[in-house]
Structures are given as structure tokens and as C-alpha cells.
């Protein structure tokens, strides 16, 4: 690991024990995991993230499975208070719309 990714590691961990609020100035993408039961709720599920803005990543079966996998992407300025609202909202819809969030995942800025 190089000083730059090391720097960047340091920020991330930062980051996540609460003493950094903000990771980035600018947007940055992070997806969102959902699963679903039935491909009706999966689309469903798929045009309420699009109307927040959320660009559809994934809408499919998920392999030797049963369930269906809806992956969004939405542009986040890495912050706290943002983050942690966004994953409130996202545990309300999977409820409202019957399936389950799974989490997310984002790239670390350089």
C-alpha cells in the first residue's frame, strides 16, 4: 500500500469511529442492496428509487436463488448526517415495499 492509499485508509477509518464528518466534498457514487421475493416487487421497488434520483444499476434474479437483487447508485457527499438519513429512508421503503435492504457499498475516494 502506497502513503496515498494509506492516507485514504486512515481518512475512511476516520470516517466510520465519527471523528471525520465529512469523507468527500463532492458527490460520490454509493449503491444500495435490496432483495425481493417476487420480480413484481423488484420492479416496484425499482421505480420508487428512481424517482428519488437513483440510477438502476441491477434488476435481475439472483443466481441459484429465488429472490430478485435491485442494486441503485446515487450520487452522496460522504457525511454522516446524509448517510445515516439515507439508510433510515432505505429501511422504511424495503418495509413499505416488502423487501429486504441489504446494505451498502461505495468506492474510497482517491
Known amino acids: 500500500m502506497n502513503s496515498s ?19 468527500t466534498q463532492t458527490p460520490w457514487p454509493v449503491r444500495f442492496f435490496f432483495y425481493c ?16 434520483g437513483h440510477k438502476i444499476v441491477s434488476c435481475k434474479p439472483v443466481e441459484d436463488s429465488d429472490r430478485w437483487l435491485v442494486l441503485s447508485e446515487e ?7 446524509v448517510l445515516v438519513e439515507r ?7 424495503a418495509f413499505e415495499y416488502e423487501v429486504e435492504f441489504d446494505g451498502w457499498e461505495s468506492l474510497m475516494p482517491e
Not at 492509499?5 to 469523507?23: D, T
Not at 450520487?75 to 448526517?81: A, G, K, Q, R, V
Open 37 to 52: 421475493d417476487e420480480e413484481a416487487k423488484a420492479y416496484r421497488l425499482s421505480n420508487a428509487l428512481q424517482k428519488l
Open 75 to 81: 450520487m452522496l457527499i460522504f457525511d454522516n448526517e
Open 5 to 23: 492509499q494509506k492516507k485514504s485508509v486512515g481518512l475512511v477509518k476516520a470516517f466510520f469511529r465519527g471523528e471525520v464528518k465529512r469523507l
Open 87 to 93: 439508510l433510515d429512508l432505505y429501511e422504511v421503503l
